[in-house]
């Protein structure tokens, strides 16, 4: 399985220092894109952190969590697609969890 194509994809929301599960992060940059698919309506968030793409997450807007979600990491490019919602925890900044189990300090 591969990211979405944002290409097919119009833009939703913009939000800078956007919250995550209701957290407040500053300088994470949420920009949500949508698109129709027959009667759902897909949905992407893809998040960066001071200016670096961190995570993209995906599913339909009428589903309570993500469905499938992917993280950069800086020295690799995305990682593989992952079910579910990602791991992510606030302390000094924004950190996520990869596929491989490691944390991704953003």
Request: charged fraction near 30%; proline fraction near 8%.
């Amino acid at each position: 399985m591969s990211l979405p194509d944002l290409t097919t994809y119009a833009p939703h929301r913009s939000t800078p220092d956007a919250d995550f599960e209701g957290t407040i992060v500053p300088g994470l940059r949420a920009d949500f894109y949508r698109r129709p698919e027959g009667d759902r309506i897909a949905s992407v968030g893809r998040y960066s952190y001071r200016g670096r793409p961190i995570l993209m997450a995906w599913g339909f807007v009428d589903e309570k969590h993500c469905r499938r979600h992917a993280v950069n990491e800086a020295d690799t490019g995305w990682s593989a697609v992952a079910d579910g919602c990602p791991d992510v925890r606030f302390d000094d900044g924004f950190s996520v969890r990869t596929p491989g189990g490691e944390w991704l300090r953003a």
